[in-house]
């Protein structure tokens, strides 16, 4: 007799067009920075792009990849380039991913 996997955790989280679009870039440019080094994307970075793009406005991500999306936009938002919209929709994207994390 086998057990079954244990079932990873999700959290729902909700995005708006713009924060969808602040998400998607900031993992693009994850893609690209590891790609310029010649090396290869982490897989994770694929699926929470695939995630976002796929339809609604509900995104369903796991612990990890909360966590992973997290850090990079906070490395996002802290660069000097990145424009003051795209800093305050993914700020609003950070306090989402910590509102579902903590609850």
């Given at each position: 007799?086998?057990?079954?996997?244990p079932?990873?955790?999700?959290?729902?989280?909700?995005?708006?067009?713009?924060?969808?679009?602040?998400?998607?870039?900031?993992?693009?440019?994850?893609l690209?920075?590891?790609?310029?080094?010649d090396?290869?994307?982490?897989?994770?970075?694929?699926?929470?792009?695939e995630?976002?793009?796929?339809?609604?406005?509900?995104?369903?991500?796991?612990?990890?990849?909360?966590?992973?999306?997290?850090?990079?936009?906070?490395?996002?938002?802290n660069?000097?380039e990145?424009?003051a919209r795209d800093?305050?929709?993914?700020?609003?994207v950070?306090?989402?991913?910590?509102?579902?994390?903590?609850?």
């Amino acid at each position: 007799m086998s057990s079954s996997p244990p079932e990873t955790e999700t959290y729902e989280v909700t995005l708006s067009r713009d924060e969808q679009w602040v998400a998607h870039h900031a993992l693009s440019n994850h893609l690209d920075a590891a790609l310029d080094a010649d090396e290869k994307p982490p897989e994770w970075t694929l699926e929470v792009l695939e995630t976002i793009e796929a339809d609604g406005d509900t995104e369903r991500l796991t612990g990890s990849q909360a966590d992973r999306l997290y850090d990079t936009l906070a490395t996002y938002v802290n660069c000097e380039e990145t424009p003051a919209r795209d800093v305050s929709d993914a700020t609003t994207v950070l306090a989402r991913l910590e509102d579902v994390r903590t609850d």
